[in-house]
């Protein structure tokens, strides 16, 4: 019986075999395990991926373990921290690192040469009441590209691509990104709402950071990258202006669709410092949901205090909540 394989099948099969590194490797077998059609002709091949799979798990088994530590092949993924996971993206010496330095406690290292960035680092940063998770990672060139990179940047929430605006070649580097990152099948988009019909490939939202835009003097510069991503949010950022990091912060939350509501128990204080975190359009048994399920089960009522609201005023479950409400369950 014919396997009868589609032709991205082939495509991908060439792609697994010229691939290095084995979390890559591991993937895209799973992905050409994903897209086998499931047939007596097509019994064997399964069978064979699947040993394969098996194969490349176990080797990165022993890379994650060898001497108690992560190795390089396992960094294409970091555990999500805090409201939302930011990866900082772009090309060699733009300023990642130090975004990154600026904005947490991570100690990145920083250099006015290019390449100093050997592996991703995390860091808390902090908007008003809630915290992101950002990653500084190695540039993107023609003479680098991580592939570990393609992993992060589909796990995360939110990419800022960090654009130099001292450099000459400003463009030909923003462009080179969307290029690489496009061979590695990832679209960076500036909105997204579902994923492409090929599951191949994934979108990302992404944020343009214009970046040391103080050397930037005319605004020429920015104007060019506002050309080049006419679509696209772009926060103009520079670590010597202490205004611009913190318009980054709120674009960064602008950009997650994402809002804050505060509880309140019975008879208390509003809680200020650990808000629930929801998608904007969020609803009170969404924000019930967060706490436990049961919980939200028994909900009888909610009252609210917030803009446009009165004071206490009593909801039903399915009551829209916007960033910045503060609510008190009763069951
Ligand atoms: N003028 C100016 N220089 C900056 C700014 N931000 C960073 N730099 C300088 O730019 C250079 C590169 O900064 P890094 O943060 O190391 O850049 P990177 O993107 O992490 O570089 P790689 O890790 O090599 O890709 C350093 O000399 C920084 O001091 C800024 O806002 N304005
Ligand atoms: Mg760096």
Redesign the pocket.
């Known amino acids: 019986m014919p396997a009868n394989l589609p032709p991205q099948y082939y495509e991908l099969e060439r792609e697994f075999r010229a691939e290095k590194d084995p979390r890559e490797k591991l993937r895209l077998a799973q992905e050409l395990l994903a897209m086998m059609p499931k047939h007596k002709g097509t019994d064997k091949l399964q069978a064979d991926m699947k040993a394969k799979i098996s194969k490349l798990k176990k080797q990165l088994d022993r890379s994650t373990t060898a001497h108690g530590v992560r190795q390089a092949a396992a960094h294409d993924h970091i555990e999500k921290e805090g409201a939302g996971q930011v990866i900082l993206i772009?090309?060699?010496?733009?300023?990642?690192?130090?975004?990154l330095?600026a904005f947490t406690h991570a100690k990145?290292?920083?250099?006015?040469?290019?390449?100093?960035?050997r592996q991703p680092l995390t860091g808390m940063m902090t908007f008003e009441t809630v915290q992101f998770q950002l990653i500084?990672t190695?540039?993107i060139s023609p003479e680098s590209y991580k592939n570990y990179l393609s992993g992060l940047i589909r796990n995360a929430d939110l990419v800022v691509l960090?654009c130099?605006l001292?450099a000459e070649s400003m463009l030909d580097d923003a462009k080179f990104v969307l290029k690489k990152l496009e061979e590695k099948r990832i679209i960076l988009k500036h909105e997204v709402s579902g994923q492409p019909d090929d599951p191949r490939f994934s979108y990302k939202k992404t944020l343009i950071c214009a970046?040391?835009?103080?050397?930037d003097e005319s605004g020429e510069k920015r104007a060019q990258l506002d050309s080049l991503f006419p679509e696209f949010s772009l926060v103009a950022?520079?670590?010597?202006d202490e205004g611009s990091l913190t318009a980054f912060r709120k674009a960064i939350f602008d950009c997650l669709n994402i809002m804050r509501v505060y509880t309140k128990p019975v008879g208390k204080e509003a809680d200020f410092t650990n808000p629930i975190i929801l998608p904007i359009g969020g609803t009170v048994e969404d924000a019930a949901v967060t706490l436990h399920k049961d919980f939200a089960h028994k909900l009888k009522y909610a009252k609210i205090w917030g803009p446009g609201k009165f004071d206490g005023q009593r909801v039903q479950r399915d009551f829209r909540l916007i960033d910045g409400d503060i609510i008190e369950f009763h069951i």
């Open positions: 772009g090309p060699p010496n733009s300023g990642k690192s130090s975004l330095e990145p290292v920083v250099a006015d040469y290019p390449y100093s960035t500084d190695p540039p960090v130099d001292a970046h040391k835009a103080y050397d950022t520079s670590i010597l």
